[in-house]
């Protein structure tokens, strides 16, 4: 295919520039479905230091919503006020990236509860799963780029961090069919394809929209857009196509920062390949957008020059996209 043999020549890996956080401070906070599905409880949320169930509730619905908080991890960090305020933004509320009465009002419409029991599948854990290796030759030996174990992959299909998922499930082992868990509701009501729609993403804001004819954003995702060295390629582009499980081909000539025994390699698609399950491709020679096989890094750290999101968030926006439609790649 086309846009496998243009796969080759992508330098979109992830590269950390800073130590990523994790969400283990919020782990240590037990949260109950009973607290977060409460729809009475609206605090003001205001804080990158404010976290537990009523974050939790709003992460949630603001992804029901389309404006996607990436990961997951009950709490209000940069991701999350980025799509606070962008959905303050889209519903006319005086806020910014505040989440007050009035942002709670307009969530709320959204009754179904937040957090809902589960009931794991032998699907869920069947695998097969297995460690990924640092070494693009070593990663190149797998047979599938797939889940390190079943709480990597159950943490994608309910779009949370494994630490918050342990959280909410304390003293529970994710390793028998049958067991029931409680997990976050993230079903979202399906978009469609829409004429005249863009695809737009802004530096900036370090985001990626999908803004209808008439300038109303559909769907709003937080987003990693490139780095000093490949930064973001400002313009007027198209999208060419999707591409659905695609191999990845590592060419160590278009990364920077590559060892110089490195060689080229190729690997096996999977949720846990460097550019996930789907790729976007754009009309940018090598550029595209795609997912990654590390959601909490997302807005959070850098790329080699392409557009990555979560992995749940590029798989809706690949349904919504078609050849031709305008992709604006702003400041």
Known sequence: MVLQRRLFLIGCALV???????????????LSAAEANRADARPLIHSSAQHGAAVLRVQIL??????????????????????????????????????????????????????????????????PFAPIPEAMADKAKLP?????????????????????????NPGIAFDRAGTVIQVPNVARPPLEKIAGMTVRVSRREGAVEAVDGNGVVLAR????????????PLGNWKINGVAWNPPYN????????????????????????????????????????HGTPSPSTIGKSSSHGCIRLTNWDAIELAKMVKPGMPAVLEK
């Open 16 to 30: 950390q520039l800073l130590v990523i956080s994790s969400p283990a401070h919020a782990a240590r906070h037990a």
């Open 221 to 232: 995702y937080p987003a990693t857009t490139g780095s000093v060295h490949d930064p973001l």
């Open 250 to 289: 590592y060419n160590p000539v278009l990364f920077w920062d590559a060892e110089a025994s490195d060689k080229k390699a190729t690997l096996a698609p999977g949720p846990n390949s460097p550019v996930g399950p789907v790729w976007i491709d754009l009309s940018k020679p090598h550029y595209g957008i």
């Open 144 to 168: 599938a780029m797939g889940y390190e174990n079943a709480a990597e992959g159950l943490g994608e299909k309910f779009h949370v961090s494994p630490k918050l998922l342990a959280a909410l």
């Open 62 to 127: 603001l992804d029901r919503a389309h404006f996607s908080p990436g990961e997951i991890d009950g709490r209000y960090g940069g991701t999350t006020r980025g799509a606070a305020a962008a959905f303050n933004l889209a519903k006319k509320i005086n806020a910014r990236a505040d989440v007050n009465a009035a942002t709670w009002q307009a969530l709320n419409l959204d009754t179904a509860p937040v957090i809902v029991p589960y009931t794991l599948t032998a699907a869920d854990l069947a695998g």
